[in-house]
């Protein structure tokens, strides 16, 4: 007899990322397994990703869109692919079924810079008319659409650094509301420029040395990183339907509100405790049965010990020590509104691969963040549920007090 909770569970049928290791979420993942750091740009503080978008996308194109949206486009033709579906050919699913939620916390930054010297130098009537459709955050989920010929909903969620995952749990809400079929989620962003990087230096969240290192001691901020994570999300029934292959799952998802500060995180920790804790109870995982942290991880004095705590809180002291950790933010820079679906997939990788990446850079780790099981060299995970699944807990915090987190799980593979 079927399980009719079985067939509506979210399953990922496709994945792709470009980031500052390279484009492919295979390259993400063998690299970061291996430790590797993606170089510094033209600013010490800046990794850009590792990527020139007229090598994978028409002039035309290129031409017409901001860094960021390229980097979606990108990113989205790997998922999709994998997914079976390629641009100009009949896809597997009504066009008017399929949805499309992009996070962005910036917008297209590069483009409006670039324009605001054109304006500077030569006058208003050289400004390119191109200029709103290129920095409007929503473009990436649009020009996705677009390409792909999706007429379902297409929106961007903007919630800053926790963008990606709430785009991902957006994606779920439609799937489950019966409102699409199939959903193409997750973040992307290239505000890698010097005039950012001297904003958040001049805020005090910028690494001075140029280096990232979550959960160090010696941590003095994060650095810039740019990309796009993007991820297919069908219900277990609609992919079996089609023959497609469940490449992992969306077990559980849930967001909360510090309402505390606009940049600064709730001093008790209670609200991204929480967000884990429901994204726990949803996926019906008990802290126990995780196998895999990847935390969003910043490399700042004051957010890593919160989500410390948070995590502590939201899954017990004990468990909390035995529980393998690392953030990625060490390899690629923080890349905001792209990190959380960038993690999402790279969480993904490491439960289908059964091997946790490292925190790159992570020396001295910090004796006053607590007991943790930090990942300091690429680590075999193993199940901790009786099911023989893997479980994987991501957390992305954003500036405004936006909390998020998610469960991933992948059938345990001898």
């Known amino acids: 007899m079927s399980d009719p909770q079985r067939g509506r569970e979210v399953v990922v049928t496709g994945f792709g990322a470009v980031t500052p290791l390279g484009v492919g979420a295979g390259v993400l993942h063998e690299r970061a397994v291996a430790g590797d750091t993606a170089p510094a740009g033209s600013h010490p503080a800046v990794r850009h990703a590792d990527f020139t978008a007229g090598d994978h996308l028409p002039r035309n194109l290129v031409r017409r869109t901001d860094r960021f949206t390229q980097l979606a486009l990108v990113a989205a033709e790997e998922a999709l692919t994998r997914a079976g579906h390629r641009a100009g050919a009949p896809s597997p699913w009504l066009p008017e079924r399929v949805a499309c939620v992009i996070g962005c916390g910036l917008g297209g930054t590069a483009s409006f810079e670039a ?20 920095m409007m955050a929503n473009a990436a989920a649009a020009h996705l659409s677009m390409r792909h010929g999706f007429r379902g909903e297409s929106l961007c969620v903007a919630s800053a650094c926790s963008s990606g995952a709430q785009a991902v749990g957006t994606g779920m809400r439609l799937l489950a509301s019966g409102a699409a079929d199939a959903v193409v989620v997750g973040g992307a962003e ?3 420029s010097d005039l950012v990087a001297a904003s958040f230096a001049n805020a005090g969240a910028l690494s001075p040395s140029g280096s990232s290192r979550p959960f160090d ?9 740019e990309g796009a994570g993007i991820l297919v999300l069908e219900t ?4 079996a ?10 077990r559980g998802y849930a967001a909360t509100s510090d309402a505390h500060h606009v940049t600064a995180p709730a001093p008790d920790g209670g609200p991204a405790a929480r967000a884990v804790t429901l994204a726990l109870r949803e996926a019906s995982v008990a802290p126990g049965e995780l196998a895999y942290v990847n935390a969003h991880g910043t490399g700042t004095a004051l957010n890593d010990r919160l989500e410390c705590e948070a995590l502590r809180q939201a899954l017990g002291a004990d468990v909390l020590a035995e529980l393998p950790l690392s953030s990625g933010k060490g390899a690629l820079g923080h890349l905001f509104g792209a990190a959380g ?3 999402a997939v790279a969480t993904l990788q490491a439960l289908r691969h059964g091997v946790a990446p490292p925190t790159a850079g992570l020396r001295h780790p910090d004796p006053a963040l607590g007991p943790l099981d930090l990942v300091r060299a690429a680590r075999k995970l193993t199940t901790r549920a009786r099911t023989g699944v893997l479980y994987g807990l991501s957390t992305s915090f954003g500036f405004g007090g936006h909390n998020a987190a998610l469960v991933l799980a992948v059938e345990g593979r001898s």
């Open 115 to 134: 324009q605001r010297e054109v304006y500077e130098k030569e006058g208003a009537g050289f400004v390119s008319p191109l200029m709103i459709p290129q």
């Open 190 to 192: 290239a505000s890698s």
């Open 217 to 225: 001691r010696d941590r003095d901020g994060f650095v810039i990183g």
């Open 236 to 239: 277990a029934a609609g992919a």
């Open 241 to 250: 339907r089609r023959g497609a292959e469940a490449l992992g799952a969306v």
């Open 341 to 343: 679906a960038v993690e």
